[in-house]
T-cell receptor, first 111, second 110 residues
Framework: GQNIDQPTEMTATEGAIVQINCTYQTSGFNGLFWYQQHAGEAPTFLSYNVLDGLEEKGRFSSFLSRSKGYSYLLLKELQMKDSASYLC????????????FGTGTRLTVIP | SQTIHQWPATLVQPVGSPLSLECTVEGTSNPNLYWYRQAAGRGLQLLFYSVGIGQISSEVPQNLSASRPQDRQFILSSKKLLLSDSGFYLCACLDTGELFFGEGSRLTVL
C-alpha cells in the first residue's frame, strides 16, 4: 500500500522562504514528484527526484532522502501567485508506474 | 510535446443518471493513461489506469468504469451516478517519465 503525508495548510509571508515536507511509505519506490495546483485548475509539474539530494529549479528546490522516506519542497522569494496547493506524489514500481498523491498542502502567501 | 483534452469541463447531473467523460491525447503514441478524482478538500485518488487499447486496471472498487477504445482515447463512465461521485476528474498521461494532466472535468451530482 501507499501512505503519503504532508501538512494540510501553511502560511508564509511574501518574500520569505517556506519548506513543505512530505513523508512516504510505499511498496516500491521509483521517484517522487511535486506538483502545484491552483484552485479549480489541474496540477502542473514542478520537480522530480529519484536519487537522494537536492534538485534546484529557479525559486523552487526539492530534496529527497530515500532511506528516510522524506522529501521537501523549498520555495524562495515567495510571491503572492505562489498561493496554491502543493502535491507530493510517489511513483510506485507496481502497476503502470502509477503516481500516488498525498492530500496536498495549501499554501497561503500573505503580504 | 503532448496535449490532453478533456470534456465536458463542467457538468451537473441528477442522482441515478449516466455519465461519460472523455479524454483524448495528442503528440504521443501508446501512452499510459490515468483517471484521477479529487473530492473537495481531499487528495488525488487514482481510479483507473491503462497501458494500451482495451487494457483497463482499477485501483478502487466503485460505481465507475473506464474504457480505452483507441490508443489516445480514454473514457470514464457510470450507468447510475451517486452523490459521492461528485468531484474534480482529471485525465493524465505519462510521457517521458512525467505525468501530465488534462484541464479537468468538474462533476456535481444533485
Amino acid at each position: 500500500g501507499q501512505n503519503i503525508d504532508q501538512p494540510t495548510e501553511m502560511t508564509a509571508t511574501e518574500g520569505a522562504i517556506v519548506q513543505i515536507n512530505c513523508t512516504y511509505q510505499t511498496s516500491g519506490f521509483n521517484g517522487l514528484f511535486w506538483y502545484q495546483q491552483h484552485a479549480g485548475e489541474a496540477p502542473t509539474f514542478l520537480s522530480y527526484n529519484v536519487l537522494d539530494g537536492l534538485e534546484e529549479k529557479g525559486r523552487f528546490s526539492s530534496f529527497l532522502s530515500r532511506s528516510k522516506g522524506y522529501s521537501y519542497l523549498l520555495l524562495k522569494e515567495l510571491q503572492m501567485k505562489d498561493s496554491a496547493s502543493y502535491l507530493c506524489a510517489v511513483r510506485a514500481r507496481e502497476g503502470a508506474n502509477n503516481l500516488f498523491f498525498g492530500t496536498g498542502t495549501r499554501l497561503t502567501v500573505i503580504p | 510535446s503532448q496535449t490532453i483534452h478533456q470534456w465536458p469541463a463542467t457538468l451537473v447531473q441528477p442522482v441515478g443518471s449516466p455519465l461519460s467523460l472523455e479524454c483524448t491525447v495528442e503528440g504521443t503514441s501508446n501512452p499510459n493513461l490515468y483517471w484521477y478524482r479529487q473530492a473537495a478538500g481531499r487528495g488525488l485518488q487514482l481510479l483507473f489506469y491503462s497501458v494500451g487499447i482495451g487494457q483497463i486496471s482499477s485501483e478502487v472498487p466503485q460505481n465507475l468504469s473506464a474504457s480505452r477504445p483507441q490508443d489516445r482515447q480514454f473514457i470514464l463512465s457510470s450507468k447510475k451516478l451517486l452523490l459521492s461521485d461528485s468531484g474534480f476528474y482529471l485525465c493524465a498521461c505519462l510521457d517521458t517519465g512525467e505525468l501530465f494532466f488534462g484541464e479537468g472535468s468538474r462533476l456535481t451530482v444533485l
